[in-house]
């Protein structure tokens, strides 16, 4: 049987991931910083301290055929670090070289590595994303992903670990946080939401869409040595998904006529720029390659993954 570990178990994508895996009865050890937050996650746990470059996995490590590495520092919007893009490569890039060195050592055969969609850029204007796309790393986490992805190559020819990556795109579903949980939020409370006349396409993936990508990157021998960009494969404007939102939720979608223009100087006065920018920019990924060479396709369709995040959302009674 095959033995995986996952970093990062307790996590928004780990808790899905472990549970799929479980479903399909493989063994799982999950890795996390907190066992007190593990709670309902259905695998074996181990406990890890902070992950940088002196970080031991050796227990860890003991017995693995295959490491799913989920944990990481993730973007925040305000960032309270003197130098953030050092303790994003303290945790991203130097963390997960020590965990790929130790897995090589500890014969592990294959690392999957779950990297960001950031690599290829912040936004798409004629063309789409792809895995043949330039990286063009935009912040202090995606340049740590980067440079993650970088050394994991380099780790493979040195030792013959085999790395596969995965670039996602937003990530959505049942207990999902962030900027997609503040989304719910506001269109579940029927907030008035300046977005009508917003013009662009997004791809976004429902984490059992993702959890269900990595299963098949760790057992198809094809996956060895690739990057993948996934997707659900169904692009929307910012407008498009909100009225699916308030669907899915039973809500009326409250969108206002307000020019992106406008809203891009409101953004500028108020410092958050960043915010309104991934709302108003399009941001699309072409998942052909992990179709065409793995015949992956996505389980779920879009209004299946938001009613499901839906239904969580209403079964916590709006306090997600």
């Known amino acids: 049987m095959t033995t995986?570990?996952?970093?990062?178990?307790?996590?928004?994508?780990?808790?899905?991931?472990?549970?799929?895996?479980a479903r399909r009865?493989?063994?799982?050890?999950?890795?996390?910083?907190?066992?007190?937050?593990?709670v309902g996650l259905?695998?074996?746990?181990?406990?890890?301290?902070?992950?940088?470059?002196?970080?031991?996995?050796?227990?860890?490590?003991?017995?693995?055929?295959?490491?799913?590495?989920?944990?990481?520092?993730v973007h925040v919007m305000q960032d309270a670090a003197a130098d953030p893009l050092t303790e994003f490569r303290k945790v991203n890039t130097y963390g997960t070289e020590r965990l790929a060195r130790m897995a090589a050592a500890a014969s592990v055969k294959r690392l999957i590595y779950i990297s960001s969609i950031g690599v290829n850029g912040k936004c798409t204007k004629a063309l789409s994303f792809a895995e043949t796309s330039l990286p063009?790393?935009?912040?202090?986490?995606?340049?740590?992903?980067?440079?993650?992805?970088?050394?994991?190559?380099?780790?493979?020819?040195?030792?013959?670990?085999?790395?596969?990556?995965?670039?996602?795109?937003?990530?959505?579903?049942?207990?999902?946080?962030?900027?997609?949980?503040?989304?719910?939020?506001?269109?579940?409370?029927?907030?008035?939401l300046p977005l009508g006349l917003v013009n662009n396409q997004r791809s976004l993936i429902y984490v059992g869409n993702l959890a269900d990508a990595i299963v098949t990157c760790l057992k198809h021998l094809a996956a060895a040595g690739q990057t993948y960009l996934v997707s659900d494969g169904?692009?929307?404007?910012?407008?498009?998904?909100?009225?699916?939102?308030?669907?899915?939720?039973?809500?009326?979608a409250r969108l206002l006529p307000v020019p992106p223009a406008v809203l891009r100087f409101a953004g500028h006065l108020t410092g958050k720029s960043a915010e309104v920018e991934r709302l108003l920019d399009s941001l699309v990924i072409d998942s052909s390659k992990i179709r065409r060479e793995l015949g992956w396709k996505p389980p779920f369709t879009m209004e299946q993954g938001l009613m499901e995040t839906a239904q969580w959302f209403k079964a916590s009674d709006g306090r997600a």
């Open 136 to 192: 063009n790393p935009h912040d202090p986490y995606s340049v740590s992903k980067w440079e993650a992805e970088q050394t994991l190559h380099k780790i493979s020819q040195e030792t013959g670990l085999e790395v596969v990556i995965i670039r996602p795109p937003l990530v959505y579903g049942p207990g999902n946080p962030g900027n997609f949980l503040r989304l719910l939020r506001l269109v579940g409370r029927g907030v008035p």
């Open 25 to 38: 009865e493989y063994s799982v050890r999950g890795v996390v910083r907190e066992p007190s937050r593990s």
């Open 234 to 252: 169904e692009d929307v404007s910012t407008p498009e998904l909100i009225r699916r939102i308030a669907g899915a939720l039973g809500r009326p």
């Open 42 to 73: 259905r695998c074996e746990i181990t406990k890890v301290g902070d992950i940088g470059p002196d970080t031991d996995w050796s227990r860890s490590l003991i017995g693995m055929d295959t490491v799913v590495h989920l944990a990481a520092r």
């Open 4 to 21: 995986i570990l996952v970093t990062g178990a307790n996590g928004f994508v780990g808790h899905a991931l472990c549970a799929e895996l």
